[in-house]
């Protein structure tokens, strides 16, 4: 092996401990446990935070809306956010909270 094939062997040796792109490959889809695998970093409150109202109901369009899933079946919202175990879900509008689940 000449000394270019090496140099490439160690740079990919430390590429799949640290390298971001390599974690994303290896990883592939999104988890609740990527802070483990991830770099992460706090970011601190606002001194005043914006205050959020709440829509005292679903609006129309949530609860009539569907959503195709990679096969082409289209499921309520509701549904495809328990089928995919989805675990936060949040529109929001002109500061406010118009769907949370």
Not at 30 to 43: G, N, Q
Not at 57 to 70: H, N, S, T
Not at 77 to 90: K, N
Request: proline content about 4%; some cysteine.
């Amino acid at each position: 092996m000449n000394l270019t094939k090496h140099i490439a062997a160690i740079a990919a040796i430390g590429c799949i401990q640290g390298c971001t792109l390599t974690k994303t490959l290896i990883h592939n889809f999104a988890s609740l446990d990527d802070h483990r695998i991830f770099a992460d970093r706090t970011v601190a409150r606002a001194e005043e935070p914006s205050p959020l109202r709440t829509l005292n109901r679903v609006p129309r369009f949530i609860a009539d809306l569907k959503v195709p899933d990679e096969t082409g079946k289209s499921w309520q919202l509701v549904d495809y956010l328990d089928d995919t175990r989805t675990a936060a879900f949040i529109v929001m509008r002109d500061d406010r909270i118009v769907y949370e689940r």
